[in-house]
Every structure is written in structure tokens, then in C-alpha cells.
């Protein structure tokens, strides 16, 4: 009984060891930066239900978006997103404070991640993630 539990002791160290180095080198590989985290799919509350609408993706170390806006499935790569720099944050939301956010952005959309409870004017993040589009920030849930 003591080998058979010492053996599953050293494996689950082995497997919480590489758990551990997985999650490390998705956060920090191969220049992915903070951007990083924002990988992954959104979605809306339309009508009472989630709906995806985004998906960011990183290939080729660039950041690239797909969308659901139109059709049932993801359409082809959509547009390129580029890291936002503190001075686009500023441009995009209008907020001068220093507020802690990661995002990613084209010329027409731009996610954010913001500590949850971030509010600006009018609109107020629950989920800590919010679209920006050219009619304002929209709540996002990140599935």
C-alpha cells in the first residue's frame, strides 16, 4: 500500500509540475505578452442568452479575429489585432486614470480585459470584458 501510494504521490507531483509548466509557457511563449489571455472565444447576452460572437486567435504570432456575426459558423480570419498601448486605451475609452487592462485591436473592434466592475460614463463591465465597437463598449463573457 505505501510503494502504490508513493507512486501516485510522485505522479500527481509530476503531472501538477507539468500542469504548472503548460500553463507558464502558454502565458509567456514566444513573445505572446499579457495578449495572451485575451485568446479564446466571446460572447453576448442576446435576448436573456449567451451568444458567441468573437473569437481571437493567435496565429504566426499575430492576433487574429473571427466572428459568428453573420453566419453559424466562424468565418475566415476576420482582421489582425495588435497589442493596445496605454495611449490607444486612452484614445479608445476615454479613460485617463490608470486603470489595469489588457487588449487587443483592429481599426473597427477592440477587447478588453479590465478588473470586473470597471465603469466609464455610462456603461459598467460585470465580467471584467467588454467589446468596443463603433457604437460604444458592449458586456462580453469569455467562454
Known sequence: ???????????????????CASLLL?????????????VGVYAVKRNGALKEVVKIERQDGRYIMRDKVRTAEWSEPKMQMQPVTRERWTKITTDTGNTAFVGVSSDQLAIFKVPPGWAKNSFKTETGYFLFYSQGPVEAYKL
Open 26 to 38: 502558454a502565458g509567456c511563449g514566444a513573445g505572446g505578452g499579457p495578449e495572451a489571455q485575451l
Open 1 to 19: 500500500m505505501t510503494h502504490t501510494m508513493t507512486l501516485i504521490d510522485t505522479l500527481l507531483k509530476y503531472a501538477v509540475a507539468g500542469a
